[in-house]
């Protein structure tokens, strides 16, 4: 996955931002047992929308070096098409 490397700063700092985000749902949660559900709900929905930036990042990556890549032969696009629609199945659920 040579784009994972090229953007190697960007995904790094999107993988830690979610962490951060992760951290402060799980203090947020430790607080006590009177914390506000919609604050936990909106910390919740900044993690997923989050994850779906770093996914959408990644995958655009992917799509446009290997299964748009010129040089590969139509069963390798095949291949990866179908290794590209499993995962997409496995996040969407």
Do not use: C, F, N
């Amino acid at each position: 996955m040579s784009h994972t490397v090229k953007g190697q700063k960007s995904l790094l700092a999107r993988v830690r931002r979610i962490k951060g985000q992760a951290d402060g749902l799980e203090r947020l949660i430790e607080s006590g047992h009177d914390v506000d559900a919609g604050k936990v709900l909106q910390q919740i929905a900044a993690i997923r929308g989050a994850v779906a930036g770093l996914m959408a990042e990644v995958l655009e990556g992917h799509l446009r070096e290997h299964v748009a890549a010129e040089d590969i032969t139509p069963e390798q696009r095949h291949d990866e098409i179908e290794e590209v629609v499993a995962i997409l199945r496995t996040y969407l659920k």
